[in-house]
């Protein structure tokens, strides 16, 4: 990286080009929407987002660049510390390839590429395989540095309800416990937002301090020198596979039910414009279709975390094996597969995630009376999908849908723009690939819905609309008849 006053100096000048760029195809547009509240105890926002990752990030910007003002962005981590990339991420880089884009908004220096570019030069891009997630995080900060979105870390979504017309929200920040109300609510969660991480029944009474799941931040240094188990062969396990090797594991054997590694990435297949920009509008059954597709393929590990891992002298897979039973023994684990018995010191989990809303805090309130696809659609009975089931019910726009149609239908207010949208919208809010379709998605649904909510108020203000454009040079009606 070049020297640091270089280098802030490039990047002001990024932010000029950007600048200039927005200027010139009218991409910032005034606040227009009826002045909130003021002077009441609890706060008023249009437009409240949980998460400052990505997407919030995104989302935020976009609702700016359409008007949008009062938009407020909570996350329960610190700043700088926001989404998975330096937290609870493993990889080495991100798996996106380098040329996606999605959070410029087709904004040529606002892209990771210009990012990038600023701050290593044309040459490394050139050489660039894929950004590394520290690189990235970097990158979200400029990001969030330049569009200058309102937000508060350190505060955590605790609790929704509906209250005298508005969305009325709980936020914890430490000991400090406060309201405020807003008329739409985004849930930018990532991957367990409608959920929470998947642990298989033989572990539900094996100590916490014997195993760790893919989803917690943790100080890994803690597998030096012990044997270590790891349940699943998808992508995460691989990254657990090299990290534990990294921190000095004794030993690490991975074990996984299928007999073989998932070999293609099926988000390759879905990224063009007919599935991404228009998944949306396909019947029901079409969409239930594509989504047991999309869940049938086995996602892969990068090449170069399968290379780091087998490469690796104390590496060893056991495919094609289901898990027995787990035993403490003292200070150690006795796990039973098919074929083999391992005694290991920690089991480290890939197990991926649930969708189940009742198992997040900040839903459980709303979780019994939010639309399923179970709720809404019956499959053929060749294509049933227990999984798929249980994923929430979304409207176009990302919004929540009410399980009995006509009680709380305000939680067509709440946007759950996370990997729970996947049968409802397609895989447009789950990663980089499909974010440049999402985020104009949810940015319009959102823009137009509270449009709608104010029509009496903006029908008011046309009908007083007197604003001259034209001066007729002092003649009147009269003389300009002659």
């Known amino acids: 990286m070049m020297e640091r006053g270089r280098l802030e100096g490039r990047l002001e000048a990024l932010a000029r080009a950007a600048l200039e760029e927005m200027e010139r195809t009218e991409a910032i547009s005034d606040s227009w929407l009826p002045p909130l509240p003021a002077g009441a105890e609890t706060p008023y926002y249009n437009v409240v987002i949980c ?23 909570v996350d329960r981590n610190p700043e700088g510390r926001e989404g998975p990339w330096v937290g609870c991420a493993r990889m080495k880089t991100l798996r996106s390839p380098k040329h996606l884009t999605g959070p410029d908004f087709g904004i040529p220096s606002l892209t990771p590429r210009a990012w990038f570019e600023a701050v290593y030069g044309e040459q490394a891009w050139a050489s660039l395989g894929k950004m590394s997630r520290q690189d990235w995080m970097a990158y979200l900060d400029w990001y969030r540095a330049f569009t200058l979105p309102t937000v508060e870390n350190n505060t955590e979504l605790q609790k929704i309800k509906w209250n005298e017309g508005w969305l009325e929200l709980t936020l914890g920040a430490n000991d400090d416990i406060r309201r405020v109300r807003c008329r739409h609510l985004i849930l930018a969660t990532g991957i367990d937002g409608a959920g929470a991480p998947s642990l298989p029944g033989f572990m539900h009474d094996i100590p916490k301090r014997f195993w760790t799941h893919s989803a917690e931040i943790a100080d890994d240094s803690h597998l030096a ?24 594991a004794r030993k690490v054997t991975m074990i996984g039910r299928a007999r073989k590694l998932g070999r293609t990435e099926v988000l390759d297949w879905t990224n063009f414009p007919g ?14 279709r594509f989504s047991r597709l999309y869940n049938s393929f086995q996602v892969p590990p990068t090449q170069d975390q399968f290379d780091r891992a087998i490469s690796h002298p104390d590496f060893s897979m056991q495919l094609g094996q289901n898990v027995r039973s787990v035993n403490v023994e003292g200070d150690k684990l006795r796990i039973q597969t098919d074929d083999a018995t391992l005694v290991v010191d920690h089991i480290l989990l890939g197990t991926g995630y649930v969708h189940d809303m009742s198992l997040r805090p900040e ?7 939010v639309a399923l696809w179970r709720d809404r659609f019956t499959p053929p009975a060749d294509q049933e999908c227990d999984v798929l089931a249980n994923y929430p019910y979304m409207g176009p726009g990302f919004e929540l849908m009410p399980k009995t149609c006509g009680e709380h239908d305000w939680l067509q207010r709440i946007h759950m723009f996370n990997c729970a949208a996947l049968p409802s919208l397609g895989p447009v809010s789950n990663g980089l690939t499909g974010m440049k379709y999402g985020l104009p998605r949810i940015v319009d649904a959102v823009a137009g819905s509270l449009f709608a909510a104010s029509t009496e108020e903006f029908a008011r203000d046309f009908a007083l609309f007197n604003k001259d454009h034209f001066d007729p040079r002092g003649l009147d009606g009269e003389e300009c008849k002659r």
């Open 51 to 73: 998460g400052a990752g990505m997407s919030g990030l995104a989302i935020a910007f976009g609702l700016k660049r359409r008007g949008v003002s009062d938009v407020l962005i």
């Open 225 to 248: 020198k012990r044997d270590v188990a790891i349940l699943g062969s998808a992508t995460s396990s691989f990254d657990w596979a090299v990290t534990a090797l990294e921190e000095g």
């Open 275 to 288: 599935y991404l920009g228009h998944f949306a509008e396909l019947p029901d059954v079409e969409r239930w």
């Open 363 to 369: 839903l459980s309130d709303i979780a019994p009376h």
